[in-house]
């Protein structure tokens, strides 16, 4: 059987970017391109940021600012901080990109799928009806259908307001 190779130059970036050294969920959040780490919203507890990988369209990923790895080490403030923010992200996405369901929740190490094992992250994935296709089914691919910076801008003027700066 011949084989057949399914061209995805994005995939380089992010190998590439995987090796970086450094957390991308870790501070410094300002003065940093949207285009190196689209970070959306920060505060003193917790920030969230738009996966430039994405599962789907709108995937965001939510962490605690302190670099820590499991979730029992949550302080009971970073955790309510968490979900308040997790909360506030789907009201928004449910406006601005008004999908029809949600996958809310972390991957607690390595082997269930974190990408970042040592940070603590929850995920939001968008969905709707039909956004698993073959591609996904039979080749493991993903189809994307925004580029990120583009979702970036739609939902950043949203978190700015939800916060009232």
Same mark, same amino acid.
């Given at each position: 059987?011949?084989?057949?190779?399914?061209?995805? /130059?994005?995939?380089?970036?992010?190998?590439?970017?995987?090796?970086?050294? &450094?957390?991308?969920?870790?501070?410094?959040? @300002?003065?940093?391109? /949207?285009? =190196?780490? !689209?970070?959306?919203?920060? =505060?003193?507890?917790v920030?969230?940021?738009?996966?430039?990988?994405?599962? +789907?369209? *709108?995937?965001?990923? #939510?962490? /605690?600012?302190?670099? #820590?790895?499991?979730?029992? @080490?949550?302080?009971?403030?970073? $955790?309510?901080?968490?979900?308040?923010?997790?909360?506030r992200? #789907?009201? #928004?996405?449910?406006?601005?990109?008004? !999908?029809?369901?949600? +996958?809310?929740?972390?991957?607690? *190490?390595?082997? $269930?799928? $974190? &990408?970042? !094992? +040592?940070?603590?992250?929850?995920?939001?994935? !968008?969905?709707?009806? &039909?956004?698993?296709?073959?591609?996904?089914?039979?080749? =493991?691919?993903?189809?994307?259908?925004?580029?990120?910076?583009?979702?970036?801008?739609?939902?950043?003027?949203y978190?700015?307001?939800?916060? &009232?700066?």
């Amino acid at each position: 059987m011949e084989k057949r190779i399914l061209w995805a /130059p994005w995939r380089g970036t992010y190998v590439s970017e995987k090796k970086r050294e &450094g957390c991308i969920f870790c501070p410094p959040f @300002e003065g940093i391109s /949207p285009e =190196d780490r !689209p970070i959306l919203y920060f =505060d003193s507890l917790v920030m969230v940021m738009l996966n430039k990988f994405p599962y +789907n369209t *709108g995937h965001l990923l #939510i962490s /605690p600012v302190r670099h #820590i790895a499991e979730l029992e @080490e949550l302080t009971d403030e970073e $955790a309510l901080a968490i979900m308040k923010i997790t909360q506030r992200a #789907i009201i #928004i996405l449910k406006e601005v990109l008004e !999908p029809e369901g949600f +996958n809310v929740g972390f991957n607690l *190490g390595r082997v $269930a799928g $974190a &990408g970042y !094992p +040592n940070h603590l992250h929850l995920q939001i994935v !968008p969905r709707w009806e &039909g956004d698993v296709n073959f591609l996904t089914l039979l080749g =493991d691919v993903r189809l994307a259908s925004h580029h990120y910076l583009e979702v970036y801008h739609k939902l950043k003027p949203y978190f700015r307001r939800s916060e &009232g700066s």
